[in-house]
């Protein structure tokens, strides 16, 4: 009798400090299956050679082939001057001076223009600090947050971990959205991950826009918020919905001996010691 109480508490035990961490990733897979099951939420490239070749088309990703958009064209404008190559680009720029970039995306009938100003352009990984303009029909709603830019870059690393453009289409109607998302936080190890906050610029295939600002709490609510912000890496790392479980760096421990090993041991201790103390 002594034997199985032994067992059972043993079993108990490992089988209780593994419930949770297997409870909250399940909650992880099934909210994802949710936002996979009502929307595909696309990543925009904006691909550019660093040569005098012309700019490609806008791209996304599908089934491992970068693929042109439908709908969406853009334009690039260096001091005034629209470029149509990163040559062009860099001959337009004025080194220790005051320069202004807009990259105009046209969605359907709509343009989107996303501007900075910058300086330096001496070295390929200079990086200096900009305030970022969103303009849509003659409005800006970038939110007021500095962010970090790399002015030699005219591809996505140019706002790299600040600002992302997505494409977000509903299955069920099929309407597609352009996204934009904005960091409005600093650096990540200077702020408490509950103070996380980004900013959505929505606008739909008729020019229409909505913006909202959502946290780290609100990531689940809807949870394609924790989508878009992961798909637009406008963070240096990814988060879950709820809880950061399934986006932790895996090791011989996590989660493979705890918590699947624990579980596993702990739920064939509980049905040895039951049958231990019924054959008592």
């Known amino acids: 009798?002594?034997?199985?109480?032994?067992?059972?508490?043993?079993?108990?035990?490992?089988?209780?400090?593994?419930i949770q961490p297997l409870y909250l990733m399940g909650q992880e897979v099934w909210l994802q299956q949710q936002v996979n099951a009502k929307y595909t939420i696309?990543?925009?490239?904006?691909p550019v050679d660093q040569t005098t070749d012309a700019f490609h088309d806008m791209l996304y990703l599908q089934d491992g082939q970068m693929t042109p958009f439908a709908?969406?064209?853009?334009?690039?404008?260096?001091?005034?001057?629209?470029?149509?190559?990163?040559?062009?680009?860099?001959?337009?720029v004025n080194d220790g001076e005051a320069n202004q970039l807009s990259r105009t995306v046209s969605f359907y009938e709509t343009d989107v223009?996303?501007?900075?100003?910058?300086?330096?352009?001496s070295r390929a990984d200079v990086r200096e600090k900009a305030q970022v303009d969103v303009m849509i029909n003659g409005h800006n709603y970038a939110g007021s947050s500095e962010l970090e830019i790399r002015p030699t870059y005219l591809d996505n690393n140019?706002?790299?971990?600040?600002?992302?453009?997505?494409?977000?289409?509903?299955?069920?109607?099929?309407?597609?959205?352009?996204?934009?998302?904005?960091?409005?936080?600093?650096?990540?190890r200077t702020v408490a991950e509950e103070e996380y906050s980004w900013k959505a610029i929505t606008?739909?295939?008729?020019?229409?826009?909505?913006?909202?600002?959502?946290?780290r709490d609100e990531l689940d609510n809807p949870a394609y918020?924790?989508?878009?912000?992961?798909?637009?890496?406008?963070?240096?790392?990814?988060?879950?919905?709820?809880?950061?479980?399934?986006?932790?760096?895996?090791?011989?421990?996590?989660p493979f001996l705890y918590p699947f090993g624990t579980m596993l041991v702990g739920s064939v201790m509980v049905v040895i010691g039951m049958r231990l103390w019924k054959t008592r």
């Open 113 to 121: 223009t996303i501007r900075d100003t910058f300086h330096d352009v």
């Open 158 to 188: 140019r706002y790299h971990g600040y600002i992302g453009m997505l494409k977000m289409t509903e299955r069920a109607t099929d309407e597609e959205s352009l996204v934009i998302i904005q960091r409005l936080f600093g650096h990540p």
């Open 203 to 215: 606008v739909n295939a008729n020019g229409d826009v909505e913006t909202e600002i959502f946290t």
């Open 42 to 46: 696309e990543t925009v490239y904006h």
């Open 71 to 92: 709908n969406m064209s853009r334009a690039v404008v260096i001091n005034g001057e629209r470029v149509n190559s990163y040559d062009g680009f860099m001959n337009h």
């Open 225 to 254: 918020h924790g989508d878009m912000i992961n798909q637009a890496t406008v963070l240096p790392m990814s988060l879950g919905y709820r809880s950061n479980v399934l986006h932790m760096y895996p090791t011989l421990f996590y």
């Open 1 to 18: 009798m002594k034997k199985a109480i032994i067992v059972l508490v043993i079993g108990a035990v490992l089988s209780a400090v593994s």
